[in-house]
Nanobody, 116 residues
């Protein structure tokens, strides 16, 4: 079973930056994709940024130009650099792993709070 370990959440002031990390543990074979979603209180979980099966990055319109997703295949990790954060970016951020062999899974979801 693949486990995801996330880090990097916290409190930041508006227009500040944070970097989230997510690493998949265990032996993983074959193709997989990883991405980031977020869920604000009372709202549905929505996509923030992810890699498509073709390796192309896909971003929510609300974060384009401010957030950057990257990955390190050797470390089985995905990162989310968040710049110029806004109060509306506050949410629990979840890393998602998806594989035709191992199925889908979620990280524990670090909280990101944007407040002055």
């Amino acid at each position: 079973q693949v486990q995801l370990v996330e880090s990097g959440g916290g409190l930041v002031q508006p227009v500040g930056s944070l970097r989230l990390s997510c690493a998949a543990s265990g032996s993983i074979f074959g193709f997989y994709v990883m991405g980031w979603y977020r869920q604000a209180p009372g709202k549905q979980r929505v996509l923030v940024a992810t890699f498509t099966s073709g390796g192309i990055t896909n971003y929510a319109d609300s974060v384009k130009g401010r957030f950057t997703i990257s990955r390190d295949n050797g470390k089985k990790a995905v990162y989310l650099q968040m710049n110029r954060l806004r109060p509306e970016d506050a949410a629990v951020y979840y890393c998602k792993f998806k594989s035709p062999i191992y199925g889908s899974g979620w990280g524990q979801g670090p909280q990101v709070t944007v407040s002055s």
